[in-house]
C-alpha cells in the first residue's frame, strides 16, 4: 500500500485496512519544524485523508501546548514540558530547534518509506523520521536517525512517538512478571500523568515487555477499538504514556534508561531500533492475530517450518550430563516420538555447577576425554537430530576465559564486579569478544553437525562499563545487543539450515528484536501447566504460537510441587511447540505409552497449531475454563481446559468463532454448520460441571 502525498508537507501512510496520516508544520514567526500525527484509525480515502489535516489544533494556554503529544518526535526544546522522545546537549545547552529539510518516498518492493528530513537550526545536527507500510499487513513501522556533525550527547532517543485518538477515558494492557512468572496479562484505567513501562537490565527483562495496547476501556476480545505500539529491541528500553488533563494519550518508545549518555562526534550517527505501531478495529484478539501475521511476515527467520518435537535433559540431569545418561534418554525419547533432542547446561569445561565454567566451551574434561562426537553421534544413529545449551554472553570468574581476558567482562574502572547466579557479563560490544564468540560457536555447530543451539543469557548488567570507550561507554547498552544480533545473524549465514531458540532465565529475553534473528522462544522456566497457561496468554497477545517452546515435565512439578495428570500437562503444551523435558527414565511404561499416543496427536495438528490464526476463548486460563482455538485452512484445533472440576458455575458450552458460518464442519462423524457452532457452541467433556480437577481436551474439526 502506497504513502500518498496529501500536499507538499502532508503524507497518508495507507495500509489494508488502516491510515494513518502525518505532516509538517512550520512555525510561521520562529521557523521552528513540528512533524506531526493528525490521524490513526481505519482507512479512508486519499480525499477524507486530506479533509482531517483541516481539523482545527489543540488549544494552547500560557502553561501548556497540549499538541506537544501529537508530534512524532517531541525534542526537548521550545515551549514543551512533556516528555521528550529526544534530548540532545551541545557543550551545556540542551535543546533542539528543528528546520523542514525535506521528504523522500522510497519503494522498497512490497514496501514503501517516507522519510522526513530536519536539522537544528545552530549546530550541524540531523534527524530523520522514518515510517515504513508493507502491503500485507496494518502494522506502521517507524524508527528515528541522528547525524552530528560537532560533538553531541544524546540522553534519550526514541524510535517514535505514537497519538493515540481522543477518547472519553482510555486504559491501558500490557505484562509484567518475574523469573518465573512472566507474562502476566494486566489491564486498567490510564492514570492522567505519565506512566513508564521499562527494563533497566540490557536485555529485555522479565519484568515488562516492550509492548503497550490502549483502548477506550470498551475493547473486548472480539470487539472494539485498539492502538498497539511495540518495540523491537532486545535490551534495556523504555515506553512512556502521557495522559494530559486536556485530553489526549501518546506513546512513546525506544531503546535505552534514564541516566545514560551516548556522546557522538562528528560525522557520527545513531540509528534506532524499529517501533511498530497497529491499530485494530476488532478487539484484542484481531489485534493480537495482526501481530502473528506480521510476525511470520517480517521479523521470523523460518516462519512456516513445522517446529520439531524436542527433548531438553535438563530437568532429568541437570548438571550431570554424561553420555551413557543421554543416550538412555535418547533412546527412551526416540521411542515417544521426539525428534530434535538437545543436550543442555553441564557438558563443558568443569561445569559441576553454576559456579565455574562460563567461557570454556570445551568438552568437560572428565565425562568426555574422547569429546561429544560420539554421543551425538549416537543420537543420531537412533533418528534424531541434535542440539545444544549454550550462553555465549556469560562468563564465570572460575574459568580459563576469565583469567586470560578479564577486560572482556562488563566493567567499570575501580569498581567492584558484582556477580549475579555467580557470573559476570562478556562485552558483545568488543569486536574481539565477537569474533571469539562466532569462532567458538562455528566450531561447535560444525565439528558436532548440531541442527539447534539453545542460546541462554541467566543474568541482567551491572558495572556496565566499557573503560576503553571513555566518554562514550554508554554506547555498551546499545552495542551488546546488536553485537548478538550480529553474531547469530553471521551464524546463521555459515549454518543456513540451524535453528535457534532464545532463552534468558526464561522469558528475560523475548521480543521482535531477537525474533529476527531466531525460531523458537522460552517463554519461562516455570514448566507447571497452570502457570504455564496464564503465560500463554500473555505471550499470545503479540507473539505467535509457532515461536513459544513449552515442555512437558515431571508431576509433580519440579518448582511448583503441583501434581497434574499427563494429558492435561500435554494439552497445554501442545499450545505452541511442544517440547519434553521430564525425566523420562523415571516414567511408568503407562505413562510413556501415553506420552506417545500424544506426541503423534500433536504431529497430526501442529501445522495448525503453530501456523493457523489463533483465538482466545472463555475464561482466565488456569484459573476458569477456558480454550484456545487455531485455524489453518480447513481445520480447526480447540484445546480445552478445565483447572478446577467441581465448579457448577461458568459456561457449559463452548462458542467457537473465526469459522465460515455457511460450511460444514465435521466433528466425530456429525456436521455442524459453522453458524450453529459459533452461536451455540460445543460442550467439550472437560467443562462437565462434576469431576476431577484438570480436565483437558483437544477438539478437531474439519471443513467439508
Known amino acids: 500500500m502506497p504513502v500518498i502525498p496529501l500536499d507538499d508537507h502532508q503524507w497518508a501512510v495507507i495500509t489494508p485496512a488502516t491510515t494513518y496520516v502525518l505532516g509538517v508544520e512550520t512555525d510561521p514567526r520562529t521557523g521552528e519544524a513540528t512533524p506531526r500525527q493528525t490521524y490513526w484509525g481505519p482507512r479512508l480515502t486519499p480525499e477524507a485523508a486530506r479533509q482531517v489535516t483541516t481539523v482545527p489544533a489543540r488549544h494552547v494556554s500560557s502553561f501548556a501546548t497540549p499538541a506537544e503529544i501529537e508530534e512524532l518526535l517531541p525534542v526537548d526544546g521550545g515551549t514543551r514540558w512533556g516528555s521528550p522522545s529526544l534530548q540532545v546537549t551541545f557543550g551545556h545547552a540542551r535543546s533542539l530547534e528543528l528546520r523542514f529539510t525535506g521528504a523522500q518516498v522510497h519503494d522498497e518492493g512490497g514496501a514503501q518509506r517516507l522519510d522526513l528530513a530536519l536539522a537544528d537550526a545552530h549546530h550541524p545536527f540531523e534527524v530523520v523520521l522514518s515510517v515504513r507500510t508493507h502491503d500485507d499487513t496494518d502494522v506502521i513501522e517507524r524508527w528515528t536517525t541522528v547525524r552530528t556533525g560537532s560533538e553531541a550527547a544524546v540522553t534519550r532517543l526514541d524510535s517514535g512517538n505514537w497519538f493515540i485518538p481522543d477518547a472519553a477515558a482510555y486504559r491501558y494492557s500490557g ?66 504514556t502521557t495522559h494530559r488533563s486536556e485530553g489526549g494519550v501518546c506513546v512513546s518508545g525506544g531503546f535505552g534508561h534514564d541516566g545514560l549518555r551516548w556522546t557522538l562526534g562528528p560525522g557520527e550517527e545513531l540509528v534506532t531500533p524499529v517501533a511498530l505501531g497497529l491499530y485494530s478495529g476488532g478487539g484484542f484478539g484481531a489485534a493480537s492475530r495482526s501481530w502473528h501475521d506480521y510476525a511470520r511476515a517480517h521479523v521470523l527467520p523460518t516462519p512456516f517450518e513445522e517446529r520439531p518435537v524436542l527433548y531438553n535433559s535438563w530437568e532429568a540431569t541437570t548438571f550431570a550430563v554424561t553420555e551413557e545418561g543421554q543416550l538412555d534418554l535418547a533412546k527412551i525419547a526416540a521411542s515417544i516420538g521426539v525428534e530434535l533432542f538437545v543436550i543442555d547446561d553441564g557438558w563443558f569445561g568443569a561445569r559441576d555447577d553454576d559456579t565455574t565454567s562460563l567461557g570454556d566451551w570445551f568438552p568437560h574434561r572428565e565425562r568426555f576425554p574422547d569429546g561429544l562426537r560420539g554421543m551425538f553421534d549416537g543420537i543420531r544413529d537412533l533418528g534424531l537430530r541434535t542440539g545444544l545449551w549454550v550462553e555465549p554472553e556469560g562468563l564465570s570468574k572460575e574459568s580459563e576465559l576469565y583469567r586470560a581476558h578479564p577486560e572482556w567482562a562488563l566493567h567499570m ?6 556477580e549475579k547466579r555467580r557470573q559476570l557479563v562478556l562485552n558483545f560490544a568488543r569486536d574481539d569478544v565477537r569474533d571469539w564468540a562466532l569462532g567458538l560457536l562455528d566450531r561447535l555447530v560444525t565439528e558436532l553437525g548440531l541442527d539447534y543451539l539453545k542460546w541462554d543469557m541467566n543474568r541482567p548488567f551491572t558495572q556496565a562499563g566499557w573503560p576503553e570507550r571513555g566518554a562514550a561507554q554508554d554506547r555498551v547498552w546499545i552495542e551488546h545487543t546488536r553485537g548478538v544480533y550480529r553474531v547469530m545473524e553471521s551464524l546463521r549465514e555459515r549454518h543456513p539450515g540451524l535453528r535457534i531458540e532464545s532463552c534468558a532465565g526464561g522469558g528475560g529475553r523475548t521480543d521482535f ?92 495438528v501442529r501445522a495448525t497449531v503453530q501456523h493457523g490464526r489463533q483465538y482466545r476463548l472463555a475464561g482466565t486460563p488456569g484459573i476458569e475454563r477456558s480454550a484456545v482455538q487455531y485455524v489453518l485452512g480447513d481445520e480447526v484445533v480447540v484445546l480445552v481446559y478445565n483447572p478446577i472440576g467441581d465448579g457448577k458455575r461458568g459456561p457449559r458450552r463452548l462458542r467457537l468463532t473465526g469459522l465460515d458460518p455457511d460450511a460444514l464442519y465435521e466433528l466425530d462423524g456429525t456436521r455442524w454448520h459453522g453458524s450453529v457452532l459459533m452461536a451455540t457452541g460445543i460442550r467439550p467433556p472437560a467443562w462437565e460441571p462434576i469431576g476431577a480437577d484438570y480436565r483437558s481436551d483437544m477438539v478437531v474439526l474439519r471443513r467439508v
Open 175 to 240: 505484562v509484567h512478571g518475574a523469573w518465573s512468572e512472566e507474562m502476566r496479562l494486566q489491564r486498567g484505567p490510564l492514570p492522567v500523568g505519565e506512566l513508564t513501562f521499562t527494563s533497566r537490565q540490557g536485555i529485555t527483562s522479565h519484568i515488562a515487555n516492550p509492548w503497550v495496547m490502549i483502548d477506550a476501556g470498551e475493547a473486548t476480545e472480539e470487539h472494539g477499538e485498539v492502538w498497539g505500539v511495540a518495540l523491537a529491541w532486545s535490551g534495556s528500553w523504555r515506553l512512556t
Open 413 to 418: 574502572e575501580h569498581r567492584r564486579r558484582d
Open 513 to 604: 528484536g531477537i525474533m529476527r534473528h531466531t525460531d523458537e522462544v522460552w517463554p519461562s522456566d516455570n514448566t507447571d501447566a497452570r502457570d504455564r497457561q496464564g503465560i500463554h496468554h500473555g505471550f499470545s497477545q503479540l507473539y505467535p504460537a509457532g515461536t513459544m517452546s513449552v515442555w512437558v515435565t515431571d508431576s509433580p512439578n519440579p518448582s511448583t510441587r503441583r501434581a497434574m495428570p499427563l494429558r492435561y500437562r500435554f494439552h497445554v503444551a501442545m499450545a505452541g511447540v511442544l517440547g519434553i523435558g521430564g525425566d523420562l527414565s523415571e516414567w511408568s511404561t503407562a505413562e510413556l505409552e501415553s506420552a506417545a499416543e500424544l506426541v503423534e496427536r500433536y504431529k497430526e
